[in-house]
């Protein structure tokens, strides 16, 4: 699978990490978009970089981060067809891929340690989405 990943200073460090870690399991290929370096840099500049690639059909997923993640997250799902979920342990992870097909996982550089950070990385990669009922809910959402 082909993942993009983004961050604003916040969520560097830790995407620098995530890369890492993908780059060594070797299983996905993992496209940095940026912030390339800790200065101080805007988070939705890189929302807007990362929806509109996956948007563009690039990659299948994406991962955001920026300190809290809630920046990026809002910033993310102003972009019709981003479903950008927050999430802070590996059972919102889960529930994000089987009932709301997220397609952008956002991490919080400064509230998620690396090695949950690993863990909720990797439920959300191998989580299918469920469709059925929760298909319907996301046209209500998509199309009201
Ligand atoms: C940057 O200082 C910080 O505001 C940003 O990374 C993020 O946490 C915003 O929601």
Redesign the pocket.
Known sequence: MRILLAS????YLLKQQLLQQLLLRGEHEAVDLGAYGPE?VD?PRYARQLCQSLLSGVAERGILL???????S?AANRYAGIRAALCHDEYSARLARQHNDANVLVL???TTGPAVAQAIVTVWLTTAFEGGRHQQRLDQIEHG
């Open positions: 604003d200073h916040g969520g101080s988070y920026c300190g809290t993640g809630i920046g990026i809002i919080g550089g400064r």
